[in-house]
């Protein structure tokens, strides 16, 4: 994937994660920044997560292959956009 494609698609992935934050932890989470941390300050679990990836796999009609995913990937929303925007394939 180029440059261009991949800010597209990370940029989609942080639009999306901040749409469905709030529907997967089932709570109003205002405007949510890149910096804001899942699991400290959001409380996100693994369960939470697993449901929020499966989300934002058929938001965006990709999927991502997590074989190689460990807790860094988890510890933004900027660190999982990233992670997403790098594993991941168009279905």
Not at 25 to 37: H, N, S, T, Y
């Amino acid at each position: 994937m180029d440059k261009v494609l991949d800010a597209e698609l990370r940029r989609r992935v942080v639009d999306s994660l901040g749409t469905l934050l709030p529907q997967v932890l089932k709570r109003d989470l205002g405007a949510v920044p890149e910096e804001i941390r899942l699991f400290d300050e959001l409380g996100l679990s693994s369960s939470k997560t697993l449901e929020l990836l499966l989300a934002l796999e058929e938001d965006l009609g990709i999927q991502v292959d997590v074989d190689e995913i460990d807790r860094g990937d988890l510890v933004s929303i900027g660190a999982f956009a990233d992670f997403v925007t790098q594993h991941a394939t168009t279905l």
